[in-house]
């Protein structure tokens, strides 16, 4: 169900991990080796960077992750020393359809702010065309993305904060190819990722490995397209 007023964050739906003991690699190449991989599939709207999370507090040591985001899906991948052995690890989060409280908050303050400097600038009749005219700009653009297929416009539109949120609710429509293509996005970016820490384990001599899921933490949720994807990989 669609919730309008709530504070949005990612829910993490699926945490893997792989350890290897006395082991050695790059977390560099790990994360280029993927990016390559990635590119050379031509993932639409996939938008791929690097994070920096801290260990713990303000002033601890800081890992660097892999973040692979699609739409409100995203991959969080770590590659890291742990004393003398190497750990792999991957999540799955999605962050909810919904308009925030503070998405909403931010909106109207930017809206009474743009009418303030409408009114500065053009005066009062004239600004309120103006304004008025600019609101019309921005809806008309919204609505024109999604039937004259601007992939490029689409994506963009979904990382852009408060804008995002109010695009995806009530101009963005939820299709079976949406679907697809968000699934078949999630596969494949999760089967690039396991194929490269079995190559490069197999290259350093490791002939098996697992992958661990690990136990749900609280606050963690599934939904039915994730719970799908689940079994599908487990089934492989």
Not at 76 to 89: E, K, L
Not at 92 to 118: C, M, N, Q, T
Not at 144 to 156: H, Q, R, S, T
Not at 163 to 178: A, D, N, P, Q
Request: hydrophobic share 50%.
């Amino acid at each position: 169900m669609l919730e309008l007023f709530r504070f949005r964050k990612f829910v993490i739906h699926q945490w893997w991990y792989v350890v290897l003991l006395d082991f050695e690699a790059s977390t560099e190449e790990f994360y280029q080796s993927i990016e390559q991989d990635l590119a050379a599939r031509k993932l639409q709207g996939l938008d791929i960077s690097r994070i920096t999370y801290s260990e713990g507090g303000l002033l601890s040591a800081k890992r660097v992750y892999l973040r692979m985001c699609r739409e409100r899906f995203l991959f969080d991948v770590c590659s890291a020393p742990f004393g003398t052995s190497w750990f792999y690890s991957c999540r799955v989060a999605e962050k909810p359809i919904g308009i925030s409280l503070l998405d909403l908050i931010i909106a109207l303050s930017l809206g009474v702010i743009f009418w303030f400097s409408y009114m500065n600038l053009f005066g009062f009749f004239v600004g309120n065309i103006m304004f008025g005219a600019t609101i019309v700009g921005l809806l008309l653009m919204l609505l024109c993305v999604e039937p004259f297929g601007f992939d490029d416009l689409d994506a963009a539109l979904l990382q852009i904060p408060v804008i995002g949120s109010f695009y995806e609710v009530l101009f963005r429509k939820e299709t079976y190819y949406r679907q697809d293509t968000r699934a078949a996005y999630m596969n494949i970016v999760n089967h690039i990722v396991r194929a490269r820490i079995i190559e490069i384990a197999e290259a350093h001599g490791v002939d098996k490995i697992e992958f661990i899921e690990a136990v749900p933490m609280e606050g963690m949720r599934e939904n039915a397209a994730i719970s799908w994807f689940k079994r599908v990989h487990n089934a492989n």
